[in-house]
Structure formats: C-alpha cells, structure tokens
C-alpha cells in the first residue's frame, strides 16, 4: 500500500474566518476611538454652556440688596422667625452666586462649596447651617444679614 503525503497551502483552507475576526476587531477599534472622541466633544460642549456674567452686575447687586432689605424687615415685623430668615438669606445669596458666577450653587452641600473654593459662600454658610437646621434656632440674624450685603458688595 504505498501512502503519500502532501502538505497543503498555507492558506488553502476558508479565509472568511480570518476576515470577519478581523472586522470585528476593526469595528471593535473604531467604536472605541468613537466613544473618547464623542466624550470629549461632550466635556467641552459642557465647558461652552456656562452662563456669562451679567452685562450689568451692579444692577445685579442692586437687586439682591433690595430682597435682604425686604428679609430684614419682614424679619423685625415678627412675619418671619429665625430659621425662615437664615433659610431665605441662604437662598438669595446662591441666587446671587449663579446670577454673578453662572454656577448654580442652589444644590450644594457646605462639603461641594468648599471643593468649589468660593470661600465668601462658604463662610455664610458657615454662618448659616446652625440656624437653619438645629432643632431650636438661635442666631443674629440681622448681623447675617450685613455680612451677607457685604459678600454681595464685594463678590468678584
């Protein structure tokens, strides 16, 4: 019986294999590449959305010393109590943040204003976590409130 032996090519066998392993890695490749372009572009869209300082910051100002002043007089008719005033002057003050800064600060907790570094905020709100959240307020509110005129004053 004789028995012979041949070695076939190299690539005699089905080359459709080859080829669709190496378009799914291809697509692989480019899904990936797709995705950190597209995060990218969306990190700086984001960046683009901030709002722009007011034209006119000084009537910005004006307006948000007037609702302390309307705070404080509520407050001295007895129409509010304490921890309603430190409530409403913490509201006007990130009110006036985002109008200065276009950073809404509305949500913050102490702890994201202190990684914001926006140490005026963070002081007042210092000032005003006691009153605000204790169990029986105690505060001088009508100090507050000048401190807080003062941070509009002179925010940057």
Request: proline share 3%; charged share 30%; glycine share 4%.
């Amino acid at each position: 019986m004789n028995t012979k032996i041949q070695l076939q090519d190299m690539f005699s066998y089905s080359k459709s294999p080859i080829i669709i392993l190496g378009g799914l890695v291809a697509l692989y490749i480019i899904v990936l590449v797709a995705m950190v372009v597209i995060r990218k572009i969306l990190k700086n869209n984001a960046r683009k959305k901030r709002i722009p300082k007011p034209v006119n910051i000084q009537r910005s100002r004006d307006k948000y010393l007037k609702k302390l002043e309307a705070l404080r007089s509520k407050f001295e008719t007895g129409d509010i109590d304490i921890r309603e005033a430190y409530q409403r002057m913490s509201a006007i003050i990130r009110d006036y943040v985002y109008a200065a800064t276009g950073r809404s600060v509305i949500s913050f907790t102490l702890e994201d204003v202190k990684k914001a570094e926006m140490p005026a905020l963070q002081a007042l709100m210092e000032e005003y976590y006691h009153p605000e959240f204790a169990k029986h307020s105690e505060g001088d509110v009508i100090a507050s409130i000048e401190k807080t005129k003062r941070a509009i004053e002179t925010w940057n």
